[in-house]
């Protein structure tokens, strides 16, 4: 076979190189080389096609899946050697045929070769060539990689021109192929700043390929598109900004070229920004990611991309400065963050992410200062900064400060404007971001150290500003400038009210006038929020203040006259919203109802929001959502899940930019406006929490809280920026955690423990959650744990345990000084109280700071929370973890003894998570062994049991007085409190404490002096004086009451060690019984029998203690006769059933002794009286015994007899003195309460009258009711209360009334009788007109008592009686003239008359004709009518006349109006006001003088 035939069939069936790759294989000797290289001379000179013969020199044995961009990896485009023939031999080879043929052809070697690679070139490029696609096939590639390959080669060797080569490559091209032109670059042949520098029409075809390229859709992804970008930009960027000391005139031309290419691509951007609604091109977001540092960086220097992107942000906030300031101040609005296309925000995030905030703020300023800007852009460029940094707010606050002070200094306009614009666009992203507008324009001009406030002129400059922006202002920034305006001196108020005048006038043109205005309004300047949305914010406000002051505030009641516009049509159509109303009236149904009292609600507006609010109860919740637009929703959802599949990679900007779209979806659900939808917003919220859920869950599985992003945090700040969203969301956990904790599985529960811990680390930026009121987000959370039940302690515990693991972990990624606003206290409390109650072993070691010694710290109580562990297993994971026990030093993380009785009484014992004696060991445990010897500080007790003993005695009273009040009228629960278990702790602990007083005899105060002392401070607490005040402290006694009667007796009286023996001390009883049970008697004056005998029985055991039992039971009862008649009444009263019991019971502690002598006169007493009412003849009373003793026996005996009051006469007149008085108590008690015990009050009105009969001769009786002159009958008062005893006044005349003419004179006869008759009738007359039994004001002035002596009169006149009111006005220049009935008044000319003049039988004042002749006289007489009040009498008397009195006062120190009354009395009336007129009694001075009369 010939040389040439075999050349003719190789290229047939193998290349040249494997055929040479196989030759060498066969024969590898050295020696055969010389002639294997002469051989393929031979055959390279019969080859006529060099093109061909470059085409098979250049290829190597290359696998099929070999990347040809895999130079892209390598620098320079230098590659590993490949198998085959070595490149440089097969250049060898063409180099020399190269130069032969040159020879020949008489042409350089350079340029033969750089034909033979255009042609191929050519060849490689046009096959199959694709102009859709654009980029080359997979084949041409491999081929251009391989020709490059070999050119480099020649390259190498001197054979190939590179500037020639590109010069034939342009000549037959008119746009040159970028990605050949890449190859070149890739193959350092011809480098891209060459080619940019050589060649002059470089810029127009460079950006005409890079728009093209972007614009094409590879068909296999685009990894050659962006990395041909990446490359191309790459040395665009390092050729225009990379600094050079002394740059050439070529250098310097090749970096404008550059920075024209890439301010064309950048302005092409901001172009289809412009032009392309959502979503954006596909296009322009490719070009876009050239801008990420990563892949620019791969070619230049952090210096360098630095200048790249700050020029690039200078020319995009510089492009087209078309928008003017007055187009800025109206357009704003539309130019936030979550509005702005997402292209513009995406470019500013990744220019702003090689700067700090700072950086970009001065270059910003910078900007503004010296350059005209595209408005739109730099405040766009500022929200992105806003909602993606969250440090620029503090950054943003110091830029306004200093444009502010620039601005004043130099009165400089565009600084001013510029503050102006900044701060609102920062408030348009919400508060979470930037405070509102209204927030910024107070803190900078509401004070008096704002800069407007220096001078005069700068006042002016700040009014004038303002006034040249009212044209443009959107309505919404005029009212924040008008509600909270600026600070302006008293003496420059006029230039202040020029400018309010101008602003209301603009609100007026734009139909939005100032009557339209919210009455609490804070605007944040977004303009979003309409009228009726305001409205709502208002009314949340208004109701909030009611709640907190229980009256309506004064700025409600100021719109309601001065703004009726907006009052009627906007506040009350919003507070009157149709809702379902609440079982029980709730802040908002009390407002309404006060604001309806003070006729402020039109009656028919209020009828359509009863009916409308009645309607809505019975509708269909589900009907109801029906309607409802899902779109929103569904938008939400879609965010919320690309959120979700967002947490992995994001960064914190991306973070940022999602959640500022998710905060704009959640306004159109809840835009604060009156329409309500709870189907839709119910929705919303389970969308969000089941999306936070997902996320903690996702985010969890790769990594623990302290290792991950702060999206939780960023999160929860986007739900805290709506006070609706966030009011309902806390609602919905809180219905979670109460009512349906069942459902919640373990994902869902870490899930919401992490939000929880959320909410609280975010609630200072946060508002108040209103409930009953308003609370913080974490307390609204804790009450909402109930640990009542078995379930409900489990449930609780799981989610604290999640919520504290979730915290605790996350505190690690903050700083020290933030680790606790992720610990909510209410949960820490929580499972102090639950983990020892349900883990007997974790009380072996109780919480203390820094656990104990010697043990490692266990692992991170996250890892067993989110591993699914048991809860055991996590909660002593958790309760072991060193963090968790060192929390235990703060003082809101404790949990003191009074919070864990009243969690413990909360417990319901039918349904409790432990036995009777498991919870029986637990409160031992806890009384005694943690919270007893636990510093007071820390919220135990330091040792001492008296301290232990006040707090079980005050919790059982609360849980008593709290079942009292929630099972008034309702049978209790029948699985029942833990009160007993509580109780029977405090039996325990007050007998150990006698037990340990009685042997060691200390002299500090003993358990009998604990229990009153206790008693005393909780009575104190209702120390104001009025009706609730003494039923508040009459609940006290009784809960008190009830604990004591469950105590020993003999705790109640004190043995005090006296020399050898024992005395009996009952100064604390008598003091306790007389100044707290005797307000609280029901009936008046009579301790209850069980309470009787409690102290009684107390009083035996106590003496039985002593050396002589007897006598100092008959010292100790001698002292209670004396000091404490109501237990000495009580005793008498109830002696029948109490003197078995005594008798026994002493029997018992004195070996069968029988009762003291003191005590057995009790008995003798009661035999006594009843021996009186049964008629015996008059037995001799026991000599020892006291009168009031005996008045009680005789009270007791003669209740409800018919046949009482016999042998009267005989009885010694200070025993009938107590007796009368008891029945008075009777009758008394019979007025206040008429439908009761009705035979008993005439039996005791019966008796009354006979006694009356027997004393009425004598004086006694009247000290009754002279509280001052008692004498030896002080002691009733120790038995009644002090209300009891103000209504006296009222038992005396009402006694006087039902006697007979002849027995009402014998009585005014008596002596002393005006002297208690007129404070009587005093005190009667002011408890009718303060309408209670306050003590009544020191009256100095006349005018007052005569307005309750006519005021009285008025409604306490007989039946038979004709009371008349007439009544006139003079003016001081007037003569002094005394008006009588029948006298004409017409003299007094220009006076103005004011007639009494009867109405539905109501006296009305209304004002008579000025000038007129009209006389004043009484209204015709008609027939009596019924009158209210209280009855003086049911029979009439006409032994009292009647008279007229004319009494003329001084005028009142304020108008100097002078009143003349005329008033009808009875003479006896009349009497008793002379004598109080002429006594000065009440240091009232008498009102007549010379130039008055009075006339009968």
């Known amino acids: 076979m010939s040389a040439s035939d075999s050349c003719e069939a190789a290229p047939e069936k193998r290349t040249l190189s494997s055929l040479l790759a196989g030759r ?11 002639g294997l290289q002469q051989a393929a001379i031979q055959l390279l000179e019969q080859q006529q096609n060099i093109c061909a013969l470059l085409r098979e020199v250049g290829v190597s044995e290359r696998p099929s899946d070999t990347d040809p961009w895999d130079v892209l990896h390598t620098r320079n485009g230098e590659q590993k050697p490949t198998g085959g023939v070595p490149s440089a031999a097969s250049a060898a080879l063409l180099v020399r045929e190269l130069r032969r043929r040159a020879r020949r052809l008489g042409v350089p070697v350079a340029a033969l070769s750089v034909t033979m690679v255009v042609e191929r070139l050519k060849e490689i490029v046009g096959e199959g060539e694709d102009e859709a696609r654009g980029l080359l096939t997979s ?13 480099r080669e020649l390259l190498s060797q001197g054979a190939l021109c590179p500037k020639l080569l590109w010069q034939e490559y342009r000549r037959d091209q008119r746009v040159p192929d970028l990605e050949v032109v890449c190859h070149l670059h890739f193959y350092n042949i011809l480098t891209l700043r060459h080619i940019i520098e050589s060649d002059e029409d470089a810029r127009p075809w460079l950006v005409s390929q890079l728009k093209a390229l972007c614009g094409w859709t590879p068909a296999r992804g685009g990894e050659e598109t962006k990395k041909m970008l990446s490359t191309v930009v790459g040395v665009l960027v390092g050729s225009g900004f990379e600094l050079s000391p002394r740059p050439a005139a070529a250098d310097r031309k090749a970096q404008l070229l550059c920075c024209s290419a890439l301010d064309d691509l950048l302005f092409w951007l901001l172009d289809t920004v412009e032009r392309s609604p959502m979503p954006p091109c596909a296009a322009a977001e490719l070009w876009l990611e050239v801008f990420d540092a990563s892949l620019c960086g791969v070619s230049a220097s952090g210096e360098t991309l630095q200048r790249f992107f700050t020029h690039s942000l200078t020319q995009t906030l510089t492009y087209k400065p078309q928008l003017t300031v007055s187009d800025a101040v109206a357009l704003q609005n539309e130019w936030t963050f979550a509005k702005s296309n997402a292209l513009l925000t995406s470019l500013f995030r990744k220019l702003a992410v090689v700067f700090g905030v700072e950086q970009l703020l001065r270059h910003l300023r910078q900007v503004l200062e010296t350059r005209e800007v595209n408005w739109k852009h730099v405040l766009c460029f500022l929200s992105t900064l806003l909602v993606c940094n969250p440090g620029a707010q503090l950054r943003l606050r110091e830029l306004l400060s200093g444009l502010l002070s620039s601005a004043f200094e130099g009165y400089d306009l565009e600084s001013m404007i ?22 910024w324009f107070k803190m900078s001009f509401g004070g008096g150290g704002g800069p407007h406030a220096a001078s005069k002129k700068s006042l002016v400059f700040l009014l004038k500003f303002l006034s040249d922006l009212v044209p443009f202002e959107p309505p919404q920034y005029l009212k924040v400038h008008i509600l909270q305006s600026p600070y302006v001196p008293v003496k420059h108020r006029s230039l202040l009210m020029e400018y309010v005048s101008l602003a209301k006038t603009r609100l007026a043109d734009l139909k939005e006038p100032v009557e339209d205005m919210g009455l609490y309004e804070d605007v944040s300047g977004e303009g979003a929020a309409s009228l ?11 109701v909030s203040l009611f709640e907190s002051t229980g009256r309506i505030s004064a700025t409600v009641m100021e719109a309601s006259i001065f703004r009726r516009p907006y009052f009627l049509t906007r506040f009350l159509p919003a507070l009157l919203r149709p809702r379902t109303l609440p079982v029980q009236a709730d802040a908002r149904t009390s407002f309404i109802e006060a604001l309806r ?12 929001y009863v009916e409308s609010c009645q309607k809505r109860r019975h509708e269909d919740a589900g009907a109801a959502c029906s309607d409802t637009d899902d779109e929103p929703v569904e938008a939400l959802s879609v965010q919320l899940q690309e959120l979700t599949q967002l947490l992995d990679e994001a960064s914190e900007g991306e973070l940022s930019a999602r959640l500022s779209r998710i905060a704009h979806a959640l306004s159109a659900v809840f835009p604060g406006g009156p329409v309500e939808l709870p189907g839709r917003r119910a929705t919303v919220v389970d969308v969000i929490l089941r999306s936070f859920c997902q996320c903690v869950i996702n985010a969890s599985r790769a990594k623990p ?17 709506n006070a609706e969203l966030l009011s309902a969301l806390v609602h919905r956990l809180r219905d979670l955690f109460r009512n349906q904790a069942s459902s919640l599985g373990a994902a869902h529960q870490l899930g919401l423990a992490a939000l929880a811990v959320h909410l609280h680390a975010g609630a200072p930026r946060g508002p108040p959650v209103r409930l009953l009121g308003p609370v913080r987000v974490d307390e609204a959370l804790s009450s909402a744990l109930a640990c009542g039940t078995r379930a409900g302690m489990l449930f609780c515990v799981r989610l604290c345990v999640a919520a504290l693991s979730y915290g605790i972990c996350r505190g690690d990624a903050v700083p020290p000084e933030q680790r606790q606003d992720y610990v909510l206290s209410g949960f820490y409390k929580k499972l102090l109280y639950l983990i020892p109650r349900l883990s007997p072993e974790t009380r072996a070691s109780p919480v203390a700071a820094g656990g104990p010694r010697g043990q490692e710290p266990p692992p991170g109580p996250w890892l067993g929370a989110a591993a699914g562990a048991t809860w055991r297993e996590a909660a002593g994971s958790l309760w072991r973890h060193p963090a968790f026990r060192q929390l235990q030093r703060e003082p809101q993380y404790q949990l003191p003894l009074s919070e864990w009785l009243a969690a413990e009484l909360s417990v319901q014992r039918g349904d409790d998570a432990l036995s009777d004696p498991e919870r029986q060991e637990y409160q031992q445990w806890a009384c005694w062994e943690l919270y007893l010897p636990r510093p007071e500080e820390q919220g135990g007790c330091g040792g001492d049991t008296r301290i232990l003993c006040s707090h079980l005695l005050r919790a059982v009273m609360d849980q008593q007085l709290s079942r009292s009040v929630e099972t008034q009228d309702v049978r209790v629960s029948v699985t029942g409190t833990c009160l007993p278990d509580i109780l029977s702790r405090l039996q ?21 002096d604990l229990l009153l002392e206790s008693a005393s401070r909780r009575c104190a607490s209702s120390a104001p004086a009025g009706v609730s005040a003494e039923l508040g402290l009459q609940r006290v006694l009784d809960a008190w009451n009830r604990v004591v009667l469950a105590l020993p007796a003999a705790l109640l009286v004190k043995v005090k060690p006296d020399g050898g023996g024992a005395t009996l001390e009952v100064d604390a009883l008598v003091e306790h019984v007389n100044r707290l049970q005797r307000r609280a008697c029901s009936p008046v004056g009579l301790l209850s029998c069980h309470l009787t005998s409690h102290f009684l029985r107390g009083l035996l055991c106590a003496g039985a203690r002593c050396g002589r039992p007897g006598e100092e039971v008959n010292n100790a009862w001698s002292q209670i006769s004396v000091c404490c008649p109501l237990l000495l009444v009580s005793a008498a009263h109830w002696w029948e059933r109490l003197s078995p019991v005594l008798s026994s019971l002493w029997r018992r502690l004195c070996d069968g002794e029988l009762l003291p002598a003191q005590l057995q006169l009790l008995e003798d007493c009661r035999t006594w009286a009843c021996r009186l009412e049964e008629g015996q003849l008059l037995p001799a009373a026991p000599a020892a015994a006291a009168a ?3 008045a009680a026996s005789l009270h007791r005996a003669w209740r409800g007899s018919v046949s009482g009051g016999r042998g009267l006469s005989e009885l010694h007149r200070q025993v009938l003195v107590f007796l009368l008085f008891l029945c008075v108590k009777d009758h008394l008690s019979s007025l206040l309460d008429p439908q009761e015990e009705t035979p008993r009050g005439a039996a005791s009105a019966a008796l009354c009258s006979d006694l009356l009969l027997a004393l009425v001769d004598c004086a006694d009786w009247l000290l009754l009711f002279h509280p001052s002159e008692r004498g030896v009958y002080q002691p009733i008062a120790a038995v009644m209360s002090d209300q009891f005893a103000r209504l006296m006044p009222w038992a005396f005349y009402s006694l006087l009334l039902r006697q007979s003419a002849e027995l009402r004179r014998r009585a005014a006869r008596s002596p002393g009788f005006l002297r208690t008759a007129v404070p009587c009738y005093a005190g009667l007359l002011r408890l009718f007109l303060e309408g209670g039994v306050a003590e009544p004001p020191q009256v100095s002035e006349p005018r007052l008592f005569i307005f309750y002596f006519f005021g009285a009169g008025r409604r306490w006149g007989e039946k038979n009686a004709e009371f008349v009111f007439s009544g006139g006005a003079f003016r001081d220049s007037e003569p002094r003239q005394t008006v009588s009935p029948g006298s004409d008044p017409a003299d007094a000319a220009g006076r103005r008359v004011l007639q009494w003049t009867q109405g539905a039988g109501v006296p009305v004042l209304r004002p008579g004709p000025r000038g007129g002749s009209g006389s004043l006289h009484a209204p015709p007489a008609r027939e009596p009518q019924p009158r209210d009040g209280l009855p003086l009498t049911d029979a009439k008397t006409p032994d009292l006349l009647t008279c007229t009195l004319v009494v003329l006062t001084r005028p009142p120190p304020r108008n100097g109006t002078k009143y003349c009354f005329v008033k009808r009395i009875p003479t006896f009336y009349l009497y008793v006001f002379f004598y109080i007129m002429h006594t000065g009694h009440m240091n009232i001075r008498s009102p007549f003088s010379a130039n008055s009369n009075v006339t009968q």
């Open 532 to 542: 009726q949305g305001q409205a709502v914010q208002d009314v949340e406000k208004a």
């Open 705 to 721: 809280p302290n290792k991950q992003s702060s999206w939780a945090s960023m999160f929860v700040g986007t739900l805290l920026g």
């Open 418 to 439: 510029t503050a102006f614009l900044l701060a609102r666009q920062g408030a348009l992203e919400g508060p979470a971001v930037f405070p509102s507008y209204g927030s």
């Open 988 to 1008: 325990e602990l007050v007998y150990e404490m006698q037990v340990t007083d009685l042997r060691h005899g200390t002299g500090r105060p003993g358990v009998c």
């Open 1188 to 1190: 009031l003793l005996l």
């Open 139 to 151: 084949s041409q590639r491999v081929q251009l990689c391989v020709l490059l390959e070999s050119s």
């Open 597 to 608: 009292k003070a006729d402020k609600v039109p009656a028919a507006q209020y009828s359509q």
């Open 24 to 34: 060498v294989a066969k024969r590898p000797k050295r020696e055969d080389a010389g």
